[in-house]
C-alpha cells in the first residue's frame, strides 16, 4: 500500500525538473511536452523508501489550459508538493492549485521554493513570505518550506528526506471493502491492447479477477496487473497506482473520468446533493448556473441549483444540488470541484451527501434541508435510522445503503449494532447479505398478521386457521416476503403462533373439534353422509361455503367434483363393495357403476378418487383392488 503525493504550481516553475532530479525520471513523456517544454498530461514517478514502500508522484500541468488535468491529477492524492519559482513567487496557478487541494482536503503538503541559483537571498525571501500569505488561513499554514534548485542539487536531499517523512505519516487509504479505482490514463501498447491507469481509492484487486468500467458498464477480466513500477503484480490496493491490462477492452469502453470496480459495486448518477463551499475571492453560484462539475478524474458539465432556492453567495457554505449533463460515478463522501463555464475559474467545491436524488421542490424544501443537516452533520446510526424510517416497508439491505451512503462496513456493522442494542431495530441475515427492519415495523406487521388469524378463528371455527397460501392478501401490497417470514418466526418463537401443515392458527387454537363447532360439523357430515355414493350437491342450503371448506381442508370431507361432496365413510364403503364384488379379479369401469349402483359419471369420479388414493391400480381399461 503506497502513498500517493501530487504536484502544484503555476507553469514553468519547475515541477517536471524537480520530479526528474528527486527521481532520475522525467514525468513528461509525451514528443509534445519535450518539444514545448510544458507539461500537458499527468506524469508519473515513483521513489522508494527505506522500509521498501513506494511513494507515487503525479505531475500535474501548471497551465491555465490544462487545470481541469490538474484536478483529475490531485483528484486521488494524499499529500502535494507545491512548487513555487524563486524568480518569480506566487503567481495566478499557484493560487488556483492551492483552492483546489483545499477543496478536495488535500491539507498535507510541502512547498519546494524552485530555482534557487538564479536569485539572491532577497528575493528568496520575498518569494517565501509570498507563499506564507498564500497558505494563510488554510490548513497547510504551517507546511514547510524548502529552499531547492533542481539545476545544481541545492536542498534535494533535505527535500527528499521531507517528502519521505511526509509519506511515512500520511493516513493510508483502506483496503477494506470493495474496490473502487477513478482512471486517470488510458493508452495501448501493441500486442498487449488496452491498459487502463489510476490510483485505488478502496478495497483490492487480484490477478484474473474481472472488473466493471462504468459508466459504460462492461465487465472485463484482468489479463495483466501492475502497481506502481512494477509491471507484473499479483495485487493492487487503495493508495496503489494500479495499470490493469483488461482483456477484450477497447478504447471506446474507456476514458479518463471512467471508474473500475467491484462488479456491482459502481453506481453511475446525473443528480446528487453536496455540501458546497464558495471560494472568497471569485463569483456567487446562482440559481440553476452552468458549471463544470469535477468528481474524480471525470469532468461534466451540470446546472446548479441551492438547495435554499436563492444564491449561494461567494465565501458561503450551503447544500447545492447539481443536475449533471452526463453520468459520472460517484459516493457519498466524495470530494468535488465546481469551475465557471465561461471564463473558466475555480469557484468552489465540498462533499458530496447524497446521490441520484430529485429535483428541489419548493414544498419539499424544508424536508431536504433538514435531510441534508442529518447527512452532513449527524453520525451514520442517525442515517441509518432515518433512512429505515423512509423507507417502504422500513427496511434496508446493507449492500443498497453502503453502496448509496459509501460506508465502510465495519461503520455500518457498528452503527446497526447500536441500535439493534436500543432496541429500534431488528436485523436478520448476516454480512452483505444482512437485512435491517424497524422494529416498529415488525410489531405492525405482527399485528396485521394475528389480526388476519384470529378474524379466520372467529368467522370460521371449523377451519384449522388462515391458508399460509393467503396470508399475502391479507397484508399491504408488495410486503416482501423476508419480512413476513421474519415476523412470522418471531411470533412462532413467542408461541403466538403455529405453524401446522399449511395453516397458520394461534398456538392455543385446539387441534380437535369440540363443543358446538363439533356438532356442526358432525350435522354437515351426517347430511353427506344421507346423500350416499351420489354424493351431496353444492351448495347446501342453509349451510355456509366456508364451513364445507373448512371441512375439505381437515379431510373430513372430499370433494367427487366441483359441486359434489361425499364422506370419508362413503370411502370406506366403496372399497368394502369393490373387495366383496371383485376381490383381487379386475373390473372395469360398467362394472365399478353396477356395484355401486350409481351413473356412469358418478363412477368416474369415485374411480379418480380411488386412484389418487392408490386404492385401486388402473392397468389399460381395467383396474383392480391394489
Not at 462504468?214 to 495483466?224: A, D, L, M
Not at 399449511?502 to 369440540?514: I, M, N, T, V
Request: with cysteine.
Amino acid at each position: 500500500m503506497g502513498v500517493i503525493i501530487g504536484t502544484a504550481g503555476h507553469i514553468d516553475h519547475g515541477k517536471s525538473s524537480l520530479m526528474l532530479a528527486l527521481t532520475g525520471v522525467d514525468p513528461d513523456r509525451l514528443k509534445e511536452e519535450k518539444a514545448r517544454g510544458i507539461t500537458i498530461e499527468l506524469g508519473y514517478v515513483f521513489l522508494e523508501t527505506i522500509n521498501g514502500e513506494s511513494v507515487s508522484f503525479i505531475d500535474v500541468p501548471g497551465h491555465e489550459k490544462f487545470v481541469k488535468t490538474m484536478v483529475a491529477g490531485v483528484a486521488t492524492v494524499d499529500c502535494f508538493l507545491l512548487v513555487v519559482s524563486a524568480d518569480e513567487g506566487v503567481m495566478p496557478q499557484t493560487r488556483e492549485h492551492l483552492d483546489i487541494l483545499r477543496l478536495l482536503e488535500v491539507d498535507r503538503g510541502i512547498v519546494a521554493l524552485s530555482k534557487c541559483d538564479l536569485v539572491d537571498d532577497d528575493l528568496i525571501e520575498l518569494a517565501e513570505e509570498e507563499v506564507r500569505e498564500a497558505l494563510h488561513g488554510t490548513p497547510a499554514e504551517s507546511a514547510p518550506i524548502f529552499r531547492v534548485s533542481a539545476k545544481t542539487g541545492y536542498g534535494l536531499e533535505e527535500l527528499k528526506q521531507a517528502l519521505m517523512n511526509m509519506a511515512a505519516a500520511a493516513e493510508r487509504k483502506s483496503s477494506q471493502g470493495r474496490f473502487r479505482m477513478p482512471i486517470d490514463r488510458v493508452f495501448s501498447l501493441k500486442g498487449f491492447g488496452t491498459i487502463v491507469c489510476g490510483t485505488g481509492l478502496s478495497g483490492k484487486i487480484n490477478m484474473g479477477d474481472s472488473v466493471e468500467i462504468q459508466p459504460v458498464g462492461k465487465t472485463f477480466r484482468i489479463r495483466e496487473l501492475g502497481v506502481n513500477e512494477h509491471r507484473h503484480a499479483e495485487s493492487g490496493e487503495a493508495g496503489d497506482r494500479i495499470a490493469l491490462n483488461l482483456a477484450g477492452i477497447h478504447k471506446d469502453d474507456v476514458h479518463r473520468g471512467s471508474v473500475a470496480g467491484e462488479i456491482g459495486f459502481l453506481k453511475t448518477l446525473n443528480s446528487l446533493d453536496t455540501t458546497c463551499t464558495m471560494l472568497q475571492r471569485n463569483i456567487d453560484l446562482l440559481v440553476r448556473q452552468r458549471i463544470r462539475f469535477h468528481v474524480g478524474t471525470a469532468e461534466v458539465m451540470a446546472r446548479a441549483i441551492p438547495v435554499e432556492g436563492k444564491p449561494l453567495l461567494r465565501g458561503e457554505t450551503g447544500y447545492v444540488h447539481f443536475q449533471l449533463e452526463h453520468p459520472v460515478v460517484a459516493m457519498p463522501g466524495d470530494r468535488f470541484v465546481i469551475r465557471r463555464y465561461s471564463p473558466v475559474v475555480t469557484i468552489g467545491g465540498g462533499i458530496i451527501l447524497d446521490t441520484g436524488t430529485q429535483k428541489v421542490r419548493s414544498r419539499f424544501r424544508d424536508a431536504r434541508l433538514s435531510h441534508l443537516d442529518l447527512l452532513s452533520h449527524g453520525d451514520l446510526e442517525d442515517l441509518l435510522f432515518e433512512t429505515m424510517e423512509e423507507a417502504a416497508h422500513h427496511f434496508v439491505e446493507a449492500t443498497d445503503f453502503i453502496k448509496k451512503t459509501g460506508a465502510e462496513p465495519v461503520d455500518f456493522d457498528q452503527a446497526a449494532d447500536s441500535l439493534i442494542a436500543q432496541g429500534r431495530i431488528l436485523s436478520s441475515g448476516e454480512g452483505t447479505a444482512r437485512r435491517l427492519i424497524l422494529t416498529v415495523a415488525v410489531e405492525d406487521l405482527g399485528r396485521k398478521i394475528m389480526g388476519s388469524i384470529g378474524t379466520i378463528h372467529r368467522s370460521v371455527p371449523l377451519s384449522q386457521g388462515l391458508q399460509l397460501a393467503h396470508l399475502a392478501r391479507k397484508l399491504p401490497p408488495e410486503t416482501p416476503v423476508w419480512t413476513v417470514r421474519y415476523c412470522l418466526t418471531r411470533l412462532r418463537e413467542e408461541n403466538k403462533v403455529e405453524k401446522r401443515g399449511d395453516f397458520l392458527c394461534f398456538s392455543d387454537f385446539p387441534r380437535q373439534l369440540a363443543g358446538d363447532v363439533r356438532k356442526l360439523a358432525d350435522h354437515i357430515l351426517s347430511d353427506a353422509g344421507k346423500a350416499g355414493l351420489k354424493g351431496m350437491k353444492l351448495p347446501v342450503p342453509g349451510r355456509r361455503k366456508e364451513d364445507i371448506d373448512a371441512l375439505l381442508q381437515r379431510g373430513l370431507l372430499i370433494n367427487l367434483s366441483e359441486d359434489l361432496v361425499s364422506t370419508e365413510d362413503s370411502v370406506n364403503k366403496v372399497q368394502q363393495v369393490l373387495s366383496s364384488s371383485f376381490g383381487e379379479d379386475p373390473f372395469r369401469l360398467g362394472e365399478l357403476r353396477e356395484a355401486l349402483g350409481v351413473s356412469r359419471k358418478i363412477a368416474l369420479m369415485w374411480a379418480e378418487v380411488l386412484d389418487s388414493r392408490k386404492i385401486t391400480r388402473r392397468d389399460g381399461e381395467s383396474r383392480r383392488l391394489v
